[in-house]
């Protein structure tokens, strides 16, 4: 109890000190409680401050508004898969998906497969190095053979907790600070190649997956392709789709697929996944937002999976392939300036420094290992291609490369026959060169 910590003198109870000694006593309790409840060595504005955080009529509003926006979001499933790695993935009837919570997709169904992009001449080939393409990429959920039943899509289930470690509600799901490309004064830093100065209406390539150490809650580190158009204001609009690994959103660390989209810079609009109204999911063995298997080993075998981005030409809409499965689409009317085209698309990785100890991140982008590293142990975009005026795949004209911090993450690039434009990327973060 607090008293007795504080007051340590002894106290005689003969029978005529009884009544006052019992008085007393209980002044000097009610006066400790009202300092502090728990440690009488603390002062008083630290208990002020104590108090003030433990307020339970507002921590129960709270998780009564988390679990509104839980069933808003957690749509009724005919079929519940538990994934190895916790994940419950829910088997929802594919017109009800939150994307139909739109004002101008209620009452409609997904849209049927559009005309993909005719490939340019690019071949599968490793040109002799021990890769495995995307068929032999499968999400854990899956892993043991479990699928959804037909006219079903497959979402993971958000919990309770996953909410709770994001700062808000309104925060949950989204990218809350501006991502630049020619700046990290965010904490956002970038190894990145990239094309600009024309019209695109798709970009495609092939990454290899890691799982990068990420060395706190509120730092993540993904690999991606990124269609954009607008300025870097506040007018900004991308769609983007790769391999991420955030323990804030998912609650471990394991690469996962993901989709992203905001047409105002990430302030209010879009999110990750389908944790908002918007991307319209229609493959039914494609969990967005799973984890993914299996993983890249350094100097062992690589894993890649192949990543198409498109703008249907025929009804404007942006839509998704990943490996050989025509996820969903993002609707055209989602944008501002990608309902006519892009004007940049950018390829590679990038992770955020949140400098909590006051020193560089160690968060790792990649593999966790510079460029010059080099096949086996560096990560890597193979042919890399861009959607034309005319639904083709061609290279990148113009290519470049941008690294913001090349001691800490840097990039390397060329070209041959096998795979195209090529880059390898990535770095360990904090270094001797990386203070």
């Given at each position: 109890?607090?008293?007795?910590?504080?007051?340590?003198?002894?106290?005689?109870?003969?029978?005529?000190?009884?009544?006052?000694?019992?008085?007393?006593?209980?002044?000097?309790?009610?006066?400790?409680?009202?300092?502090?409840?728990?440690?009488?060595?603390?002062?008083?504005?630290?208990?002020?401050?104590?108090?003030?955080?433990?307020?339970?009529?507002?921590?129960?509003?709270?998780?009564?508004?988390?679990?509104?926006?839980?069933?808003?979001?957690?749509?009724?499933?005919?079929?519940?898969?538990?994934?190895?790695?916790?994940?419950?993935?829910?088997?929802?009837?594919?017109?009800?998906?939150?994307?139909?919570?739109?004002?101008?997709?209620?009452?409609?169904?997904?849209?049927?497969?559009?005309?993909?992009?005719?490939?340019?001449?690019?071949?599968?080939?490793?040109?002799?190095?021990?890769?495995?393409?995307?068929?032999?990429?499968?999400?854990?959920?899956?892993?043991?053979?479990?699928?959804?039943?037909?006219?079903?899509?497959?979402?993971?289930?958000?919990?309770?907790?996953?909410?709770?470690?994001?700062?808000?509600?309104?925060?949950?799901?989204?990218?809350?600070?501006?991502?630049?490309?020619?700046?990290?004064?965010?904490?956002?830093?970038?190894?990145?190649?990239?094309?600009?100065?024309?019209?695109?209406?798709?970009?495609?390539?092939?990454?290899?997956?890691?799982?990068?150490?990420?060395?706190?809650?509120?730092?993540?580190?993904?690999?991606?392709?990124?269609?954009?158009?607008?300025?870097?204001?506040?007018?900004?609009?991308?769609?983007?789709?790769?391999?991420?690994?955030?323990?804030?959103?998912?609650?471990?660390?394991?690469?996962?697929?993901?989709?992203?989209?905001?047409?105002?810079?990430?302030?209010?609009?879009?999110?990750?996944?389908?944790?908002?109204?918007?991307?319209?999911?229609?493959h039914a063995r494609i969990a967005v937002g799973a984890a993914i298997a299996p993983i890249s080993t350094y100097n062992g075998r690589q894993f890649d999976i192949s990543?198409?981005?498109?703008?249907?030409?025929?009804?404007?809409?942006?839509?998704?392939?990943?490996?050989?499965?025509?996820?969903?689409?993002?609707?055209?009317?989602?944008?501002?300036?990608?309902?006519?085209?892009?004007?940049?698309?950018?390829?590679?990785?990038?992770?955020?420094?949140?400098?909590?100890?006051?020193?560089?991140?160690?968060?790792?982008?990649?593999?966790?290992?510079?460029?010059?590293?080099?096949?086996?142990?560096?990560?890597?975009?193979r042919n890399l291609q861009v959607v034309d005026w005319d639904n083709n795949l061609i290279p990148p004209?113009?290519?470049?490369?941008?690294?913001?911090?090349?001691?800490?993450?840097?990039?390397?690039?060329?070209?041959?026959?096998?795979?195209?434009?090529?880059?390898?990327?990535?770095?360990?973060?904090?270094?001797?060169?990386?203070?």
């Amino acid at each position: 109890m607090a008293s007795s910590c504080c007051y340590k003198k002894k106290i005689s109870f003969s029978s005529s000190y009884i009544i006052p000694i019992f008085v007393s006593v209980l002044l000097l309790i009610i006066l400790s409680s009202s300092v502090s409840p728990v440690d009488c060595t603390t002062n008083s504005s630290e208990n002020r401050r104590v108090n003030q955080s433990f307020r339970p009529d507002k921590e129960l509003q709270r998780l009564k508004k988390i679990r509104a926006h839980l069933a808003k979001i957690n749509k009724p499933a005919l079929k519940t898969i538990q994934s190895s790695d916790g994940d419950l993935i829910d088997c929802v009837p594919i017109n009800q998906q939150p994307a139909f919570d739109h004002p101008e997709l209620q009452g409609q169904t997904p849209l049927d497969p559009p005309e993909r992009p005719k490939d340019y001449e690019t071949k599968n080939s490793t040109n002799g190095d021990n890769s495995d393409d995307e068929n032999e990429i499968i999400q854990l959920w899956s892993s043991n053979g479990e699928s959804c039943p037909v006219g079903t899509i497959p979402i993971r289930r958000t919990k309770e907790e996953d909410i709770l470690r994001a700062s808000s509600i309104m925060t949950f799901g989204r990218k809350t600070k501006p991502i630049r490309r020619d700046t990290s004064s965010s904490g956002h830093e970038h190894a990145v190649g990239y094309v600009t100065g024309k019209q695109y209406f798709g970009a495609k390539a092939s990454l290899n997956v890691w799982s990068p150490k990420v060395t706190n809650m509120y730092e993540f580190s993904l690999s991606q392709i990124w269609v954009i158009s607008g300025t870097f204001g506040n007018d900004l609009n991308t769609i983007e789709a790769g391999w991420q690994v955030s323990p804030q959103l998912y609650g471990d660390s394991h690469p996962r697929f993901f989709t992203y989209w905001t047409t105002d810079a990430y302030q209010t609009t879009g999110c990750y996944n389908l944790l908002c109204t918007g991307f319209v999911q229609t493959h039914a063995r494609i969990a967005v937002g799973a984890a993914i298997a299996p993983i890249s080993t350094y100097n062992g075998r690589q894993f890649d999976i192949s990543i198409l981005v498109w703008k249907d030409p025929k009804r404007g809409h942006w839509w998704l392939q990943y490996g050989s499965a025509l996820v969903g689409y993002w609707p055209s009317f989602l944008f501002s300036h990608l309902r006519n085209h892009a004007s940049m698309v950018q390829f590679g990785g990038e992770i955020v420094d949140s400098r909590t100890s006051g020193f560089h991140t160690s968060t790792q982008m990649g593999s966790g290992h510079f460029a010059t590293e080099g096949f086996g142990k560096a990560s890597y975009f193979r042919n890399l291609q861009v959607v034309d005026w005319d639904n083709n795949l061609i290279p990148p004209p113009n290519f470049r490369a941008l690294a913001d911090h090349s001691n800490c993450y840097d990039i390397r690039g060329g070209n041959n026959r096998g795979w195209g434009i090529y880059f390898y990327y990535g770095g360990p973060g904090r270094n001797i060169k990386c203070p």
